[in-house]
């Protein structure tokens, strides 16, 4: 009973480098989210996607691009790392009107 | 989805009652009461959602107000564990099934 894992869990990227977050969900959900959370603020979408080859935007998505090639997976890129990305974040999957399942979340620093 | 208001912080005595308010006065006849809750450095988790009746789980309750412009969190017996942020969000049937998080309540349970 994983649900939703997400990798990594801490990294550091100096301004200018680029990453993607993995995120993987086992229980077949339609539905994957990727949000960010900063400091004393609640959660803001950036990326959303309602099935496999799909994705849309959602709050705060500048800076960010994801990729939903298979249905488990949903990936987060950014590809010139900024001091403004400096945040946790959380990935999460549902299937309709049911419950989100979150992920632990990636702390992501960078300098 | 309609707003939430939620008072920022609550304090509790262990194992007494806890009564978290939110007010949704623009909800919609078919938009679903949702909690969630964040425990320290972890990704938000399913507490209980309900559309009109009161709602009971082995977390927690919800009551609905009549009108449904104000709902209620209820714990029963607060433990220090329960000590989190939690975060009401009202959702209807947008078609990313997206959640919109709030600044939520932060819930500090005194031993």
């Known amino acids: 009973n994983a649900g939703v894992t997400q990798t990594p869990k801490f990294r550091v990227l100096k301004t200018g480098q680029s990453m993607t977050l993995l995120c993987a969900q086992d229980m077949n959900h339609e539905y994957m989210y990727w949000y960010r959370q900063d400091p004393g603020m609640g959660l803001r979408l950036i990326h959303y996607s309602v099935g496999e080859g799909t994705t849309a935007k959602g709050e705060v998505p500048d800076g960010y691009n994801v990729s939903r090639l298979k249905k488990q997976n949903f990936l987060l890129g950014l590809e010139s790392a900024a001091p403004s990305q400096t945040s946790v974040y959380f990935c999460?999957?549902?299937?309709?009107?049911?419950?989100?399942?979150f992920g632990s979340g990636t702390r992501l620093t960078v300098v | 989805d309609a707003k939430t208001t939620q008072p920022n912080s609550m304090e509790s005595n262990e194992e007494e009652p806890v009564h978290l308010p939110c007010n949704h006065s623009t909800i919609s006849g078919t938009d679903y009461i949702h909690w969630y809750r964040q425990l320290p450095s972890q990704g938000p988790e399913y507490v209980i959602h309900g559309l009109t009746s009161n709602v009971n789980n082995r977390m927690a309750s919800l009551a609905i107000a009549e009108d449904r412009k104000s709902s209620t969190l209820i714990l029963h017996r607060a433990t220090l564990r329960d000590a989190a942020v939690y975060y009401c969000i009202v959702k209807g049937d947008n078609a990313g099934n997206m959640l919109t998080f709030g600044g939520g309540t932060r819930l500090m349970v005194k031993p």
């Open positions: 999460a999957s549902s299937s309709l009107r049911s419950r989100y399942t």
